[in-house]
């Protein structure tokens, strides 16, 4: 039996009927993981950097946080990626949100059309209904909550009750979800340090022979250890 709960849960993530999905070409041009990659081995590090954030959490992590050390790092590709990777499971809905208010990027690696606005614009009440902004990325079971309105400084928007409301209802979109919030850089933003507080676990993202040992000790600091499950290096050759 379905409660009347699940049922408006449900009804935020949108229709993917009538959707044309990404094929084989557009997502190897836009560098998005595949189950069925002829080069197995960029789908295989996301699905093994999945499986291992859902045995540190014993696969209850609902709500993760990629961040990358420094703009530049690849937290993007890597928050976009994971997203995907998780997607993979046909059994789960997975949200994809776009906290880089500055730089949003998610969107356009999506080719996602932000008719009704984004985050912003929910979190600063021009939309009303959460399901509005929320949009079909082309790629099955995979929904994405864009920017929308950008936003050059934050100030205390995603630190909003309204924000933490909107991560407790995505949490409750499914049985088995992930959301997923692309953050910006933690050398670079507070808003990072904020995100986190609303996660089961935060991966923090280093630029490979880019950020020194230094940048990626600072980037940590900043956040909570008990949700820091690891730093992912970006184009390890």
Request: charged content about 25%; glycine content about 6%.
């Amino acid at each position: 039996m379905t409660s009347d709960n699940d049922s408006r849960s449900a009804a935020l993530v949108p229709s993917e009927s009538a959707v044309q999905r990404l094929d084989s070409r557009q997502l190897d041009a836009r560098r998005i993981v595949r189950h069925d990659m002829q080069d197995a081995r960029p789908a295989d590090a996301f699905r093994d950097l999945r499986t291992q954030l859902l045995a540190r959490t014993d696969s209850r992590v609902e709500v993760l946080l990629v961040a990358p050390v420094a703009r530049g790092s690849g937290g993007s590709y890597v928050a976009l990626n994971l997203a995907a990777a998780f997607a993979f499971d046909e059994t789960r809905q997975v949200i994809l949100v776009d906290c880089n208010l500055r730089q949003p990027c998610l969107h356009q690696r999506l080719d996602v059309e932000v008719r009704n606005g984004g985050l912003v614009d929910y979190l600063e009440g021009r939309v009303d209904n959460l399901a509005d902004v929320l949009y079909p990325s082309g790629l099955a079971r995979l929904t994405l909550l864009p920017v929308g309105t950008r936003r050059e400084a934050s100030g205390d928007l995603l630190g909003h009750a309204r924000m933490r409301g909107m991560i407790d209802s995505l949490r409750s979109v499914a049985e088995k979800v992930t959301v997923i919030l692309d953050a910006p850089a933690a050398n670079a933003s507070p808003d990072t340090r904020i995100l986190a507080t609303m996660t089961d676990c935060c991966v923090l993202v280093a630029g490979y022979g880019r950020d020194t040992p230094a940048a990626v000790q600072s980037a940590s600091a900043v956040l909570d250890p008990q949700r820091l499950a690891g730093v992912v290096f970006n184009r390890v050759p």
